[in-house]
């Protein structure tokens, strides 16, 4: 029998040591994994939450109280981008991330001046809509993403019900320097967003979903007074990530984004002709 301290001993016991604990590590990441998809589900529900003001804590929020505040309150649909038709009978289980990378769920993002920093995004996508007893639509929750400066940056923006106004933006993930581009999260910087015009007005003409007139964005410091009802200041020693966050809204509500989706939603409201009570 060899000594316990042999060459052979020390090699076989560490390969056992290393079968076990790789083992161990792939058995706990296959068994966590159902339980941070549902996580990462209720992460994405309370920044929905959160952008459409459905709660004053929706941080706080139990994943019970999630649930219940998003089955009571929320609808989501699957959105036909181009065609700004919904999917009748959609997959539950779409995930429009998985769409963007897939050849034959994607499209190009071509002829846009704003460039979100990908060069596909998926045809489909989940929109979420917050309506009221009579069916009346009160906010609409949009998807967005775009680049930053270390990775690309995903979250939500809620829109009035007068299809033209922020409501709330929220990012649920992102890879920004904390106290740089991470202040992405500050609430006070995204206390700003709320009441901005997404397209300028002209002549009692709302101009939804018109790129001519697209007006949303964040400004290199403090926005000129003629621009503060639509632009925000951008986030000091985070240039990159200010820049991208302003070229995604710009992408996403621009005519090859949301815009004729909103325009859509406005008409059907009664709100088509830009006369406040269409
Ligand atoms: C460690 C480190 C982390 C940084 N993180 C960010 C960031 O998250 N977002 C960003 O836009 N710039 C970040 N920057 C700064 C950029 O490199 C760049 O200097 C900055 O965007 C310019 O912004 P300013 O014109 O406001 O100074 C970081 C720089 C360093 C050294």
């Known amino acids: 029998m060899p000594p316990k301290d042999s060459i052979a001993n020390t090699f076989i016991v560490s390969l056992v040591l290393c ?3 790789s ?9 966590l994994k159902p339980r ?3 996580n990462q589900e209720l992460d994405q529900k309370r920044n929905i939450i959160e952008a459409a003001s459905l709660s004053e804590d929706p941080k706080g929020l139990s994943g019970k109280e999630v649930e219940e505040i ?8 699957l959105l036909d981008i181009d ?8 997959d539950p289980s779409f995930d429009p991330r998985q769409a963007a990378k897939d050849d034959s769920l994607n499209v190009e993002i071509t002829g846009s001046e704003f460039d979100i920093g990908f060069a596909k995004r998926e045809q489909q996508t989940w929109v979420y809509l917050v309506k009221d007893t009579d069916g009346k639509i009160k906010k609409v929750v949009l998807p967005i993403y775009g680049m930053g400066l270390w990775g690309p940056l995903y979250g939500f923006v809620a829109i009035d019900s007068d299809f033209r106004t922020i409501q709330g933006l929220t990012f649920y993930e992102h890879k920004e320097t904390p106290g740089l581009g991470g202040e992405v999260d500050n609430k006070l910087w995204k206390a700003k967003w709320v009441g901005k015009q997404i397209w300028e007005e002209v002549d ?15 400004a290199k410091g403090a926005p000129l007074p003629e621009k503060a009802k639509y632009m925000v200041d951008g986030l000091s020693g985070a240039t990159i990530t200010s820049r991208g966050v302003d070229s995604m809204l710009n992408y996403w509500f621009s005519e090859n984004g949301f815009g004729p ?9 009664g709100d088509s002709d830009g006369s406040p009570n269409g």
């Open 23 to 31: 083992l161990l590590v792939s058995g706990a990441a296959v068994s």
């Open 70 to 77: 998003f089955d009571s309150q929320v609808t989501r649909q």
């Open 83 to 90: 065609s700004d038709n919904y999917v009748s009978e959609p």
């Open 204 to 218: 009692g003409n709302k101009n939804i979903g018109d790129d001519e007139h697209l007006m949303v964005g964040v």
């Open 19 to 21: 079968i076990v604990c």
């Open 36 to 38: 941070q998809k549902r």
């Open 261 to 269: 989706y909103l325009k859509k939603l406005a008409a059907q409201q």
